[in-house]
Nanobody, 123 residues
Framework: VQLQASGGGLVQAGGSLRLSCAGS????????ITWFRQAPGKEREFVSG????????SYADSVKGRFTISRDNSKNTVYLEMNSLRPEDTAVYYC?????????????????WGQGTQVTVSS
């Protein structure tokens, strides 16, 4: 499977963006898809994940109540709706996938990555 992340851009604080993670292959519905982000000089960190096995999504505390993850398996796409954006949300956002029936919080738990999309939030 291959992943393609898109939807990043420049937005003012308080604004919104929707990221997309499009996957190829016919096993997309059996993939756990997770969003990570990496700001300059910082480690890559977990943002949100959605497991293929059902159940609710998982969010980092820093984005709870502002970000919403969803998936459309008919389009092989996972979305990350980001509202009330803050300057500290500025980062390159990556989507990643594995076949685990749970949501891993560490980048090392994922073997497939999209290329990343830049999100910049101005104050």
């Amino acid at each position: 499977v291959q992943l393609q992340a898109s939807g990043g851009g420049l937005v003012q604080a308080g604004g919104s963006l929707r990221l997309s993670c499009a996957g190829s292959g016919d096993t997309f519905s059996r993939l756990t898809i997770t969003w990570f982000r990496q700001a300059p000089g910082k480690e890559r960190e977990f943002v949100s994940g959605l497991k293929w096995s059902g159940g609710g999504p998982s969010y980092a505390d820093s984005v709870k109540g502002r970000f919403t993850i969803s998936r459309d398996n008919s389009k092989n796409t996972v979305y990350l709706e980001m509202n009330s954006l803050r300057p500290e949300d500025t980062a390159v956002y990556y989507c990643a996938a594995n076949r685990a029936p749970w949501i891993g919080l560490l980048p090392s738990q994922y073997g497939v990555w999209g290329q990343g999309t830049q999100v910049t939030v101005s104050s």
